[in-house]
């Protein structure tokens, strides 16, 4: 009946490191769609980025023409310069926010990416040392129940 005991211990061991193994395949691959989005995210950013400044220099063009229709002279008017100024400032604020924003998200995916990894290789490693818990009781079980020698 011991060498069952044993038999069965050894099953349970190896379950449990293929168990810490899978979770740690599971957090690599979590880790990995993690880095995936954050470059879907960051394309995304740099496509709200250029939207935007397509934008401003459309409503520019727009700005200058209706102007310009009004006979006004854009080169030497003060107010005209201040307000084509303004409107470029406020499209390049906008850009620099999304862009402070993409980085402070690509930071935060990286930590996130991290932590994944660190918690599958803790997972693997915990798994491995159950493992060997459960062969060494294992054994010893089996030395404490098996007959001693010379009995028949």
Same mark, same amino acid.
Do not use: C
């Given at each position: 009946m011991a060498i069952e005991g044993l038999i069965f211990s050894i099953i349970s061991a190896k379950a449990?490191?293929?168990a810490g193994q899978a979770e740690k395949l599971e957090a690599d691959l979590n880790a990995f769609n993690i880095k995936t989005d954050k470059k879907l995210n960051s394309v995304e950013a740099d496509q709200v980025a /250029?939207?935007?400044k397509r934008d401003f220099d459309t409503a520019m063009e727009a700005n200058i023409a209706a102007l310009?229709?009004?006979g006004r002279d854009i080169?030497?008017?003060m107010t005209i310069k201040a307000f084509l100024e303004k409107q470029k400032e406020t499209a390049y604020e906008d850009i620099s926010r999304t862009q402070n924003q993409k980085h402070w998200a690509n930071i935060k995916a990286d930590m996130a990416s991290l932590a994944e990894g660190r918690r599958g290789r803790n997972a693997k490693t915990a798994s491995l040392y159950r493992a060997a818990g459960t /062969? =060494?009781?294992? =054994?010893e079980n089996?030395?404490?129940t098996a007959a001693p020698k010379g009995t028949p």
């Amino acid at each position: 009946m011991a060498i069952e005991g044993l038999i069965f211990s050894i099953i349970s061991a190896k379950a449990q490191a293929d168990a810490g193994q899978a979770e740690k395949l599971e957090a690599d691959l979590n880790a990995f769609n993690i880095k995936t989005d954050k470059k879907l995210n960051s394309v995304e950013a740099d496509q709200v980025a /250029l939207s935007i400044k397509r934008d401003f220099d459309t409503a520019m063009e727009a700005n200058i023409a209706a102007l310009s229709a009004t006979g006004r002279d854009i080169g030497s008017s003060m107010t005209i310069k201040a307000f084509l100024e303004k409107q470029k400032e406020t499209a390049y604020e906008d850009i620099s926010r999304t862009q402070n924003q993409k980085h402070w998200a690509n930071i935060k995916a990286d930590m996130a990416s991290l932590a994944e990894g660190r918690r599958g290789r803790n997972a693997k490693t915990a798994s491995l040392y159950r493992a060997a818990g459960t /062969l =060494y009781e294992g =054994y010893e079980n089996f030395k404490s129940t098996a007959a001693p020698k010379g009995t028949p």
